[in-house]
């Protein structure tokens, strides 16, 4: 079956700008992720939904950041006023929350931004 | 909050021979222990992960190990071959932030023939 998409693949911006970045999670799937990749790091937890449960914003590195999840279903990660700093892979990821137990979280290909 | 540290950051091997990656963690309460492989304009997919109840998983030519008491877990890949060439990463639950998982900061294999 179809797994996890995100749009764009790439997206190159100007300094200042604001960007959304657009998640697909598989069918189904009531969990949804939100990471950070930068160049040669691991991933860093961004954010978190669940069901229609308020959702875990631990991670946000700033107020610049925010996400939403329309529906229980797609998910948008918006950064306002982007800095270079926030150049990285920014990837989705989705699971089948019935228990913590079966949280097997499935990743999409990721969107590379690039501040200029 | 729990913190993983993965061991080597880039790993040579020649093609045939075992490779073993080494992570510690931190918070004695975390509980899943996923290994994910990603290749070079790709997510990452999972290929193995273990849980808190048992100690070791194998699965084909890939192995995990965890050892509580020490706080940490090995992924061992035997009969190497070129296509397991990729960055691989482990990662641990953090019991007090929900689901999120926490990464290392991962290992480059490369397999030579």
């Known amino acids: 079956g179809a797994g996890v998409s995100q749009s764009p693949s790439n997206k190159v911006t100007e300094k200042g700008k604001d960007v959304e970045l657009r998640c697909d999670p598989i069918?189904?799937?009531?969990?949804l992720y939100w990471y950070r990749q930068s160049l040669g790091q691991g991933l860093e937890f961004l954010i978190y939904f669940q069901g229609n449960s308020a959702p875990d914003k631990s991670g946000l590195p700033s107020d610049r950041f925010s996400a939403e999840r329309t529906g229980g279903s797609v998910s948008t990660l918006t950064i306002q006023r982007t800095q270079q700093e926030d150049s990285a892979v920014y990837l989705c990821?989705?699971?089948?929350?019935?228990?913590?137990?079966?949280?097997?979280?499935?990743f999409g290909p990721g969107t590379r931004l690039t501040v200029l | 909050g729990e913190n993983v540290e993965q061991h080597p950051s880039t790993l040579s091997v020649q093609e045939g021979d075992s490779a073993v990656i080494k992570c510690t963690y931190s918070d004695s309460a975390s509980n899943y222990f996923p290994w994910y492989k990603q290749e070079l304009g790709k997510g990452p997919q999972l290929i193995i992960d273990?849980?808190?109840?048992?100690g070791e998983k194998k699965d084909q030519r890939i192995a995990v190990t965890l050892n509580k008491t020490a706080k940490h877990f090995s992924l061992h890949i035997t009969e190497t071959q070129p296509e397991d060439s990729a960055v691989y990463f482990c990662?641990?639950?953090?019991?007090?932030?929900?689901?999120?998982?926490?990464f290392g900061k991962g290992t480059t294999l490369s397999v030579s023939s």
């Open positions: 069918s189904g799937h009531t969990a």
């Open positions: 990662a641990a639950r953090d019991p007090w932030g929900g689901t999120a998982l926490i």
């Open positions: 273990i849980r808190s109840n048992v």
């Open positions: 990821a989705s699971s089948l929350l019935v228990s913590s137990s079966t949280d097997t979280q499935y």
